[in-house]
């Protein structure tokens, strides 16, 4: 038996992407801790059977004598745990968690990188520094960790390329996996179908759907002038956005934006299967990810996607396969695409059923679960 210690710096990300190789590692006979801040996901995670350590950390601070007391945070709540793994998540617990792991003797420290984030998009004086910066930390903590996994194929060969990791410690699992089984158009026929959209008043509609954080990055703005562009020739299609806004960032899309032009926003919703069940065509027009589950969640319930030519979506869409990859920010590229597949329906079964094989064979929880129960069994 080994104790293992999941580290990240939200419950709602071990809960929502690391709970089934938690459970797995548990089955097998393993002790796992979940350690994280205090949030509204602490109790699901002990009601999944995780003994849950909390600790403090400032997930968007900058000043480094904050940052060392989010390092001291996390060595105090892991130091009497006798953890024989540490695997961390994304960047400040891969960063901080790796120094206060070596500090507090843990013998095995994993890290997983999910992708770079949003200082990688833009080119600006600020993001430049950010970027240097955490490479050069990425760079000390990748040298103390044992190995990491990467959800991607390019965020690896940037690190490679800048000498930031040696090739020898990446592992690729693309994705966290996706419920092939929850995410199933067997469970819709066409009367439940025909139900969910007469509740959303788009009955015998043809339903674009774009589900994502209400922020620029993720191309909302993109989004909404390509359906403004498709309603003018085809008036006849509906389009959702479903996601909310978070004020606390720059980024952010203003609610008065979300309300106007062609687009139905929804804002935050919890029935996400219902909704994607019955769209037609999938649409995620995002600058940067790291391998983004929403696509594999339409690609497993067999939904044609139209997504942007970049880090993480092109991992999830075979171009004129499963769906249409398009330049970023050029609205009028990705309304032409959405266009085509408006137009053709076998076109849109066709790459739907292309999706759907693909995410049974590459995104399937329960292979991804047991390539992370063989990678711990190698380094370990």
């Not at 105090?76 to 400040?92: E, N, S, Y």
């Not at 420290?109 to 950010?130: A, P, T, W």
């Not at 240097?132 to 996994?149: D, N, Q």
């Not at 959702?240 to 935050?268: I, M, Q, R």
Request: with cysteine; net charge positive.
């Amino acid at each position: 038996m080994k104790t293992f210690g999941f580290l990240s710096h939200l419950d709602l990300n071990l809960h929502l992407f690391r709970t089934p190789i938690m459970k797995e590692l548990m089955r097998q006979g393993h002790k796992v801790y979940a350690i994280c801040p205090k949030g509204d996901k602490n109790q699901a995670l002990k009601e999944s059977g995780f003994e849950v350590i909390n600790y403090e950390i400032d997930r968007k601070g900058l000043n480094p004598f904050r940052e060392k007391k989010s390092i001291d945070n996390i060595y105090k709540a892991i130091k009497d745990l006798k953890l024989d793994v540490l695997h961390t998540f994304t960047a400040k617990p891969n960063i901080y968690g790796t120094f206060a792991g070596q500090r507090a003797g843990v013998p095995i420290i994993l890290n997983l990188v999910e992708g770079l984030g949003s200082f990688y998009i833009k080119d600006s004086v600020k993001n430049i520094l950010i970027r240097t910066l955490m490479e050069r930390l990425y760079k000390k903590a990748f040298r103390i960790s044992k190995g990491c996994v990467f959800v991607n194929s390019d965020d690896p060969a940037y690190m490679i390329r800048k000498k930031i990791i040696k090739e020898e410690k990446v592992k690729i699992i693309k994705s966290v996996g996706v419920d092939t089984n929850k995410f199933d158009m067997k469970y819709f026929d066409e009367e439940k179908i025909k139900y969910i959209k007469e509740k959303l008043g788009m009955k015998d509609k043809i339903i674009v759907l774009m589900v994502a954080r209400a922020i620029w990055d993720k191309g909302v703005r993109e989004y909404y002038e390509a359906c403004d562009i498709v309603k003018r020739s085809n008036p006849d299609v509906e389009f959702l956005f479903v996601g909310g806004t978070d004020d606390g960032n720059h980024s952010c899309a203003s609610e008065s934006f979300l309300k106007n032009g062609s687009v139905v926003w929804l804002g935050h919703r919890d029935d996400i299967v219902e909704l994607t069940s019955c769209c037609d065509i999938y649409v995620l027009p995002s600058y940067r990810e790291g391998l983004p589950a929403t696509l594999m969640e339409a690609a497993s319930m067999a939904k044609p996607v139209v997504a942007t030519n970049t880090f993480g979506c092109r991992d999830v869409v075979d171009d004129n396969i499963n769906g249409f990859l398009v330049p970023i920010g050029d609205p009028a590229y990705l309304a032409k695409k959405i266009n085509i597949l408006v137009e053709d329906k076998d076109l849109r079964y066709q790459m739907g059923q292309a999706g759907r094989e693909k995410a049974l064979n590459e995104f399937d929880v329960n292979k991804v679960v047991k390539q992370y129960m063989e990678y711990y069994e190698k380094i370990i």
